[in-house]
């Protein structure tokens, strides 16, 4: 049996893996508090690794690898951007987000949770940030159908789009399924065969040269300023990728595990846990960069010009046995679906819980809200399908910046809706305002090389707070639930439980 045989045996084992997750997760959703956000039951492990997996899509097994490959461990900045943002993000939302969205109206989506917090009557403040989610996401979930429908062309010659309905039909049908819970687990799993695979090709790598030293001589023939952190950046260089950690604040396909925790107690080990899967990938993206380079001056493996973010590829086909290639690759796939599916059941949520219940009348029954959400996902799946058709790269354009836009339009509202009991629907609604356009305006200048996040998130911050304090009316309701969210941040689920009962 051939080598791509066995690597497509392995792709069906996985494939079946996570629609059976879809099937079992089905059978667990009632309602469409369950099919949104699991019921407010996910683990540390499960909360800590799916918010890892949807978080890190293709970028970090292609994208970081092939940018060190290319230039050196200056490219390395973004990653500890991130990794320091994940840390805070688990440390200063996750208890408080998990506590206060339960206590505010038992919210299930980002823009619910911003509306009750706020207690916004008009519901504008929820539609307005639906609006946005639906917007972005929509997109974002066409640039993974594209990225899945390339994988395929790459690493299997399967033609384009015959690929992108293989990813988009799998990742539809678990997630139409099984909504949030099929979801997360999923979600799970893929994050454990990301690691696991990023920390085994530079580990076998080192083993198959010889040892560190013989990689270590080998990077430095090729590029002796390869380990410098500092080779050829600038100020605003450095800054700009530290400043990628800021977007995770308003990142709703992340956030939305913090939610769904059992309690808010749990986000303390699923920090750690989340922290220490984000260390281990990073790391083991910045050896397999190390090791390639090695690698290919000794004749292990061939990257041609325009391949270097095919070097995890073609280091899992040279060091590994054509099945585990196979689990290899399925990973690249695992992050590009992961984060797919993430983002489309938030689409969903938006749609259902923000734009239709912000403008319709309609009360929803249980059976009713999910089969909504259901056809939400299908609805936003053919879209985007529709957009990833043509392949284009303006999708991919307005993506690169859609992390920098929902950070600064969400990420601020986030930590001041937590920790600043004056924050007002009118001053919310500006924030998200300024900060989208911001971001839109900087990021197609491109003025001073800063990232734009940088500018929309300071910009959302302050236009926040000053349109706060001009419109700001005492509120005993608002004020109660602020001090109860912040008393029971690193409470039991019983003990919320009780007082949401009581």
């Known amino acids: 049996m051939s080598d791509t045989n066995w690597q497509a045996i392995a792709m069906i084992v996985y494939f079946v893996a996570m629609i059976s997750i879809g099937l079992w997760a089905y059978t667990r959703t009632k309602n469409l508090d369950d099919y949104m956000l699991g019921g407010r039951d996910l683990n540390p492990t499960v909360a800590a690794l799916s918010a890892g997996a949807a978080d890190m899509s293709g970028w970090l097994l292609m994208g970081l690898p092939g940018a060190l490959y290319l230039s050196g461990l200056v490219e390395g900045w973004i990653a500890v951007g991130l990794t320091i943002g994940v840390w805070a993000n688990w440390k200063i939302t996750a208890p408080r987000l998990r506590s206060y969205t339960q206590i505010a109206g038992n919210s299930i989506t980002l823009p619910s949770f911003f509306g009750n917090r706020m207690h916004d009557e008009s519901k504008l403040l929820r539609v307005v940030a639906g609006l946005i989610i639906f917007v972005f996401f929509t997109f974002y979930v066409s640039s993974g159908m594209v990225a899945g429908g390339t994988f395929f062309e790459t690493a299997f010659g399967v033609e384009y789009h015959v690929g992108m309905t293989i990813v988009a ?21 893929q994050g454990i065969m990301m690691v696991f695979s990023l920390v085994a090709v530079p580990i076998f790598g080192v083993i198959a040269l010889g040892g560190p030293a013989k990689v270590a001589q080998g990077v430095a023939a090729v590029n002796p300023d390869f380990i ?65 380079i090695a690698a290919n001056r000794a004749g292990i493996i061939n990257v041609g010009e325009n391949q270097h973010e095919s070097v995890f590829i073609l280091m899992g086909q040279s060091l590994f046995p054509a099945i585990v290639a196979g689990f290899m690759l399925a990973a690249i796939l695992a992050a590009i679906m992961s984060t797919i599916s993430s983002q489309l059941l938030v689409t969903s949520s938006a749609v259902v819980e923000d734009i239709y219940r912000g403008v319709s009348r309609r009360e929803l029954t249980d059976s009713a809200g999910v089969n909504l959400g259901r056809l939400a996902v299908l609805s936003v799946s053919v879209l985007a399908a529709i957009f990833a058709w043509f392949r284009t790269d303006s999708i991919l354009a307005l993506v690169s910046f859609a ?13 001041l809706s937590l920790y600043w009991r004056k924050l007002t629907t009118q001053g919310a609604l500006t924030g998200m305002l300024v900060g989208a356009v911001t971001v839109g305006v900087w990021g197609t200048a491109g003025w001073f090389g800063l990232y734009e996040i940088i500018p929309g998130f300071g910009l959302c911050l302050l236009s926040a707070i000053v349109v706060s304090k001009l419109t700001y009316k005492h509120n005993p309701a608002i004020d109660r639930e602020f001090d109860a969210a912040a008393r029971l941040a690193n409470a039991s689920r019983e003990e919320i439980d009780e007082h949401c009962a009581s």
């Open 403 to 415: 992390w920098a836009g929902f950070g600064s339009s969400f990420g601020p509202i986030v930590i």
């Open 228 to 292: 410098s952190p500092f080779g050829g950046a600038t100020v605003i260089g450095v800054l700009s990728s530290l400043a990628w950690g800021l977007g995770y604040f308003g990142q709703p396909h992340v956030i939305v595990r913090f939610m769904a925790m059992r309690s808010p107690e749990e986000a303390k080990p699923a920090r750690r846990i989340g922290v220490g899967w984000m260390i281990f990938s990073v790391l083991g993206a910045c050896g397999t960069a190390i090791v390639a």
């Open 169 to 189: 039909g799998v990742v539809v049908l678990y997630t139409l399924v099984g909504g949030f819970l099929a979801v997360s687990w999923t979600d799970m799993v």
